[in-house]
């Protein structure tokens, strides 16, 4: 048992024994994904429910996007089959409401951590490296940044 459950990666809700730092980088799509939006992506009450939450937004795995998911421990349940990705729904690149917005960067590096096969998600350096952090606005040199203790 490692990571909160609502940050909890797929592979390791579906009895994986073995991981890799995917499963951070699965925590950091989240955690991105409740910044954005103000709230947890997948509050699961129980792990089933936090596997059906993950699947209706980001599709249903099958061996064709997730080689070796059949093979899982847990992957013998049977879920609602939801065919398509609608993380993007989620995260508008136009809001005419009001919303947040996400750019087509954004979007590129959320869904890169959010992906369901833990060998295809990003990595960090990838993840680092992304285009999205050479968007308008920029971030803050290093030299802006607060540090412990402070310096004078």
């Not at 509050?43 to 070796?68: H, R």
């Not at 729904?89 to 960067?105: C, D, H, N, T, Y």
């Amino acid at each position: 048992m490692v990571i909160t459950q609502w940050y909890r990666p797929p592979e390791l809700l579906l009895g994986a024994k073995q991981y890799s730092t995917a499963v951070d980088m699965w925590s950091i799509g989240c955690i991105m994904a409740e910044l954005l939006s103000q709230k947890p992506l997948f509050p699961g009450k129980t792990e089933l429910d936090q596997l059906q939450k993950i699947f209706a937004v980001l599709g249903t795995p099958n061996e064709s996007i997730w080689p070796g998911f059949s093979s899982l421990p847990n992957a013998k349940a049977k879920f609602p089959t939801q065919s398509y990705n609608l993380l993007r729904k989620k995260f508008p690149a136009i809001s005419f409401v009001g919303g947040q917005i996400l750019s087509e960067r954004g979007f590129d590096l959320l869904n890169g951590l959010l992906t369901l096969d833990p060998e295809k998600r990003l990595t960090v350096e990838e993840a680092l490296n992304h285009s999205w952090f050479q968007e308008v606005p920029l971030p803050k040199s290093q030299d802006f940044m607060p540090t412990f203790p402070p310096r004078r």
